[in-house]
C-alpha cells in the first residue's frame, strides 16, 4: 500500500487504465499478473487456453493482450494472428520460458508488439511495457476526441491544434470556406499553410472540383505565365500543341498559388487583371476566356515589407487578401507540440511497423522548450528519424537530434575554462554523459561503415571485441 501511495502522482494521471487479457496456461503467472496490474488500477480478465482467449476477444475489446507462446492445444502465436485479425489496434505482448530464435522470428513477424522472457524480472519489464502502452492510450482518446471535434468544426481530421490561436483559426476557417472569398494564408515556412488551403476547398461547395497548387516561387517569368495562362500552338518556340492553364484546370474549384511573394512585378500585374475580370487570355490567343476558380493564395515573406520596399504590388494585395489567415509559428503555441508529436508518432509508428508505443517525459520536455524554426514541419521530420534510429519502446533523448535534445558532446563544448567542459550549477550525472558519448560514438561508427562493424571498430581505434562490448551495451 504504502509502495502504491508514493508513487508520483503526475506520472499516474498521464495514464489511461487498460483493458488487458492475460493468457497462460501456467494459472500462477495468470494470478501474479492479475493481481500486479488491478493493483495498478488497469482492468484485467485472465484466460487458461487460446480458445478460452478467442472468446473473450469475440465480446469485449482489450486494448492490450499478454500472452505466453507454448499452451496445451493452440499457441500464442495462433492467438496472435486472431488478434490482429479481429483487434488489429490491440498490443500484444508475448512471454515465453522457452526462449527460441525461431519463436522471436515468428513473433515479430507475426506483428507482435514485444516479446518478453519468462525471468526474475518479468514482472518490471511488462510493467514497463504496459505503461507504456497505457500512456499512448490516453494520447489516442484525446487525440481522438480532438479530431472528432475538428471533424465537426472543420470537416478534416489531419490538421491538430488545441492551442486558442489555432482552434480560432479553425473557426474562420469553418466561417469563409462555404463562400468563395479570395484568402491569403501568410506563415513560417512549416506552419501549414498548405494543409489549410486544402481544408479550405474541401469545406467549400467546390470540394468536388479540382484543387490545383502551384508553386509561383518554383518558375522563370515566362514559365509561370503559360502555366497559370496556358497558350496556343505556335505561340513561342516549343509550343508544339495548343496547352490549356491550371486557371482553366482549376474551374469551378480551388487554385492554391503557393510562395506568392515570390512572383514578379510583371506577373503581379497579369494576375490583377485575371482576378479583376475573372478571365484568362492563353499566350498567342485572340480569346479571353472565363473562368470561376477560387484563389487561395500564401508566402512565408512579410507583405507590408514587401509593399514597402516595391516587390509587392499593393493593389493585387488587398484583391488576394480579401480574408488574411495569418498561421502562428509552433513556438507561439507550444500546447500544440505534444499532440503533433503524438499524432506524427502514430502515423510513422505504423508506417514503418515499429512497436514504440510513446515518448519519454525527458524527450517531451526537450521537443516542448526548442524553438522550432522549421515549425510543424521540422517537428514532423525530428520525430520520423526518432522512430527510424529508436531501438527502444519509446522514443528518448537518444533519439532526438542534438540541437533538439540539448546534449553537447565532449567536442563540442564550447572551451571557456581550459578544459573543454562548462559544469552547471546543479553538477552533471558523470556516468550517464560518458555513456551517452559512448552510444554515440558507437552509432556514429556503425552509421559511417555503412553497419560493418570491424569498420566501425577501425574508426574508433577500439578492438573488434570491445566495439562488440560497446554495441551489446548500447543496443546497437
Ligand atoms: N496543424 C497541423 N496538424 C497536422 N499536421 C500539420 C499541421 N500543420 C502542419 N502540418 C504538417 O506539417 C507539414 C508542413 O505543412 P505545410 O506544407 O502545410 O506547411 P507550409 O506552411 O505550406 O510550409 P512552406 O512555407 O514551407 O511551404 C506537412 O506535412 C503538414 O501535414
Ligand atoms: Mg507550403
Redesign the pocket.
Known sequence: MQATKSMPREKETAREMAHILVVDDERSICELLEITFRKEGHRVEVANTVDAAKRKLDSQIFDIVISDVRMPGADGLELLKYVKEVSPNCFFLLITGVPTVDTAIAAINAGADRYVIKDHDLVDQLRRAVNGVSENLKWKKEAGYLRRELRRLTGLD????QSPR?RSIFELIQTVAPQSSRVLIT??????????ARAIHENSSRAQAPFITINCGAFPESLLESELFGYMKGAFTGANENRQGLFQAAHGGTLFM??IGNMSLTMQVKLYRVLQEGKVRPIGSTEEIDVDVRVIA?T?KDFEKEIAEGRFREDLYYRLSVIPIQ?PPLRERRE?IPL?AR?FLERFRKSMEKGIAGISPEALKRLEAYDWPG???EL?NTVERAIALESGPEISLGSLPDRIAGYAGPSSVAATNGHGFAIPEEGVDFEKEIAEAERRYIAAALEKSDGVRTRASELLHITYRSFRHYAKKHNL
Not at 489531419?158 to 491544434?161: A, E, K
Not at 506563415?187 to 489549410?196: D, F, P, Q, R, Y
Open positions: 489531419n490538421i491538430l491544434g489555432m506563415g513560417e515556412s512549416g506552419t501549414g499553410k498548405e494543409l489549410v503557393d510562395e500564401a512565408n498561421l500544440d503533433l499524432h515549425n510543424v514541419r514532423e
